[in-house]
């Protein structure tokens, strides 16, 4: 509980780790100057590139930790919580010559969308542009894949201590399909999933079937599902 209410993750010498949010994988020359200046400021001595393409600041003091989170004036990235972590996302169709649909632009969407978001357990988002997959959205509780005439989304994936495949859930065509496909597949997860279940320990009991059922085939369902997220994030 203490990395909750310090917002920043315990180290094993009592300094902290702080992750900010950078959307879908992406940031920008003012974010990074920022971040130097506060390394340099606070004299945290490990600056990491982590797994989930964000930077991660380790061996930062506890009383420095509101005064890093202020100068780098970026939201957390929630490293430390029972909640959307990362998006992971490759370049996607606006530089890659494979590139079918703008990957990093849908991650960067589904992550602003769903960002405040908390769950039964951490949560992780992968959006790759083409099939070669390079956002491994295989193992990831949702994993969102371009391809020529839409795209695929897969649920329950896990590359944890046992790494599991995500399951097809269903093939949509646009990016708001997309969002409330993978919003309605995470609010039935927040409302029905017990603490501490990842998605894939959820669908291994209740069965890929009965989330299809909930979340593909009946419409009206699906669409009060993401509704019902939408109104839990609005006021975040």
């Not at 202020?70 to 990235?77: E, K, L, N, T």
């Not at 099939?131 to 949702?142: F, L, S, T």
């Not at 695929?152 to 859930?169: M, P, Q, R, S």
Request: net charge positive.
């Amino acid at each position: 509980f203490i990395n909750e209410r310090s917002h920043a993750n315990i180290q094993k010498d009592g300094t902290y780790s702080v992750i900010p949010r950078m959307w879908g994988g992406e940031t920008t020359a003012a974010e990074l100057r920022r971040i130097a200046d506060a390394v340099d400021k606070y004299k945290i001595p490990t600056v990491k590139v982590t797994g989930g393409q964000r930077i991660d600041l380790l061996g930062v003091k506890k009383e420095d930790l509101q005064d890093v989170w202020r100068d780098i004036g970026m939201p957390s990235g929630h490293a430390y919580a029972k909640a959307l972590r990362t998006v992971k996302t490759c370049v996607g169709s606006e530089w890659c010559r494979m590139g079918t649909q703008d990957s990093t632009q849908m991650g960067k969407d589904l992550e602003r969308a769903m960002w405040r978001m908390y769950a039964p357990h951490k949560v992780k988002f992968a959006v790759s542009g083409c099939p070669r997959n390079c956002a491994e959205a295989g193992i990831k509780d949702v994993g969102v894949i371009g391809v020529d005439s839409g795209w695929e989304i897969y649920v329950a994936g896990n590359g944890g201590i046992k790494t599991e495949v995500a399951e097809f859930l269903a093939k949509v065509q646009t990016r708001q399909e997309v969002l409330e496909y993978s919003g309605a597949f995470l609010q039935l997860y927040r409302e029905e999933a017990r603490y501490l279940d990842r998605t894939v320990h959820w669908v291994g009991r209740v069965g890929m079937d009965y989330v299809k059922k909930k979340v593909v085939e009946d419409a009206e369902n699906r669409k009060a599902l993401y509704a019902r997220l939408r109104f839990a994030l609005k006021d975040y």
